[in-house]
């Protein structure tokens, strides 16, 4: 078991920047995939975001170019630094870690982002 905390979510204005944090119950190291994942009301939970225990990355295509992963195996923290934030960006975002047998959910953390 792991449990998963995010933080660092708020009100921002279009164009500007917030960071998200998720800390980790446990060592992340054994995480095969770390991903951070958002839901807009009436949507479905969509990835924005992965990072593998390589370090290698992945975007979704609405986020390329303004959001970027990264994890801290040692403080056990995954981040999400999101610049020129816009409307749309608006949702719930949830940290997500597959340690490929099994998967674990934080609990959310809103972004809103006023036009």
């Known amino acids: 078991q792991v449990q998963l905390v995010e933080s660092g979510g708020g009100l921002v204005q279009a164009g500007g920047s917030l960071r998200l944090s998720c800390a980790a119950s446990r060592s992340i190291f054994s995480i095969v995939v770390m991903g951070w994942y958002r839901q807009a009301p009436g949507k479905q939970r969509e990835l924005v975001a992965s990072i593998t225990d390589g370090g290698r990355t992945n975007y979704a295509d609405s986020v390329k170019g303004r959001f970027t992963i990264s994890k801290d195996n040692a403080q056990k923290m995954a981040y999400l630094q999101m610049n020129s934030l816009k409307p749309e960006d608006t949702a719930v975002y949830y940290c997500?870690?597959?340690?490929?047998?099994?998967?674990?959910w934080g609990q959310g953390t809103q972004v809103t982002v006023s036009s």
């Open positions: 997500n870690a597959d340690f490929g047998v099994d998967g674990y």
